[in-house]
C-alpha cells in the first residue's frame, strides 16, 4: 500500500558520514514502523535499524549501535539513516521497510521495500 524510495547514498571514507533518506507514499505513513536493512554482494540481506511509528522507540543491529542513528518526520512521510564513522564493512545497498515493531525487533513488511541506495565505505 506503500511506496518507497531511497536516497542519500555514494562513496565516502572509512569515518566519515553520510544521510540515507527514503519517502513514502501514503496516508498512513505514521500507522507504520520503519526499518532500515542493507544487502552486500554474496550475503543475505540483513536488519540494520528500526523505528516504531509514532517515532518513539528504535532498535539496532549490534553492528551499527553507537553508529547510526533512525529518525523519522510523520509530516514529511520520510525517514533517515544518519550514518557517522563508517567503517568498509558498512559497503551494501541499503533498502528501506515498511512493517511493524515489536519489543523484540521488527517485522518487515514483505511488499514493502524500496529499490536501493548503494553506500560504498572506502579504506
Known amino acids: 500500500q506503500v511506496r518507497l524510495v531511497e536516497s542519500g547514498g555514494g562513496l565516502v571514507q572509512a569515518g566519515g558520514s553520510l544521510r540515507l533518506s527514503c519517502v513514502a507514499s501514503g496516508r498512513t505513513f505514521s500507522s507504520y514502523a520503519m526499518g532500515w536493512f542493507r544487502q552486500a554482494p554474496g550475503k543475505e540481506r540483513e536488519f540494520v535499524a528500526a523505528i516504531s511509528g509514532s517515532g518513539g522507540s528504535t532498535y539496532y543491529a549490534g553492528s551499527v549501535r553507537g553508529r547510526f542513528t533512525i529518525s523519522r518526520d510523520n509530516a514529511k512521510n520520510t525517514v533517515y539513516l544518519q550514518m557517522n564513522s563508517l567503517k568498509p564493512e558498512d559497503t551494501a545497498v541499503y533498502y528501506c521497510?515498511?512493517?511493524?515493531?515489536?519489543?523484540?525487533?521488527?517485522?518487515?513488511?514483505?511488499?514493502?521495500w524500496g529499490q536501493g541506495t548503494q553506500v560504498t565505505v572506502s579504506s
Open positions: 521497510n515498511a512493517g511493524t515493531y515489536y519489543s523484540g525487533g521488527y517485522s518487515p513488511g514483505k511488499d514493502y
